[in-house]
């Protein structure tokens, strides 16, 4: 069966950081891209990252450009990222998505919370 | 940016209507699109991609349609488990967009 199960939300106050993880089993993760998304309460998706299997091609949403790393360990079948100079209105839960075009497998989610 | 506009944003219907949804993009995406249904509390769960294409697993009486910058999604016959909201997403290019939703509520 595939599984994607995040890792890593929390509370952060504005300007700092935090890392989160993606597991990927019942599948072979090195063959596939993979996203982040993310969803604000009470609002839609937001795609925010892709890479690509071999790491080779990477993209973001502009408003996270700069600030947030995607990644990802295919000996370890894990995905990141990385979030630095996190703001409120980064608030949201945090879904890891298979595919490189339509996202067929998303995860369960991890919530990210920017409060002071 | 591409802008991908749903209409309705919120629908009332009854177990067994058909139910059309659809999705308008701000240029053409040829047919990679997708379409996307979610429930309170759960990760969106793919159910056309390509447009048209039926994502392994899904209902038959799903269906999709549409190329360039104007797209449908057809329920044929409601069942209560359908009762959720939907999102078009492109896949043409980065940043991927998706539309503003569409709430399918019980009438």
Do not use: H
């Amino acid at each position: 069966e595939v599984q994607l199960v995040e890792s890593g939300g929390g509370l952060v106050q504005p300007g700092g950081s935090l890392r989160l993880s993606c597991a990927a089993s019942g599948f072979t993760f090195s063959s596939y891209s993979m996203n982040w998304v993310r969803q604000a309460p009470g609002k839609g998706p937001e795609w925010v990252s892709y890479i690509s299997s071999s790491s080779s091609m990477i993209d973001y949403t502009d408003s996270v450009k700069g600030r947030f790393t995607i990644s990802r360990d295919n000996a370890k079948n894990s995905l990141y990222l990385q979030m630095n100079s996190l703001r409120v209105e980064d608030t949201a839960v945090y879904y890891c998505a298979r595919g490189a075009r339509e996202l067929s497998k998303w995860g369960q989610g991890t919530l990210v919370s920017v409060s002071s | 940016d591409i802008q991908m506009t749903q209409s309705p944003s919120s629908v009332s219907a009854s177990v067994g209507d058909r139910l059309t949804i659809t999705c308008r993009a701000s240029q053409d995406i040829s047919n990679w699109l997708a379409w996307y249904q979610q429930k309170p509390g759960m990760a969106p769960k793919l159910l056309i991609y390509a447009a048209s294409s039926l994502q392994s697993g899904v209902p038959s009486r799903f269906s999709g349609s549409g190329s360039g910058t104007d797209f449908t999604l057809t329920i044929s016959s409601l069942q209560p488990e359908d009762f959720a909201t939907y999102y078009c997403q492109q896949a043409n290019s980065f940043p991927r967009t998706f539309g503003q939703g569409t709430k399918v509520e019980i009438k």
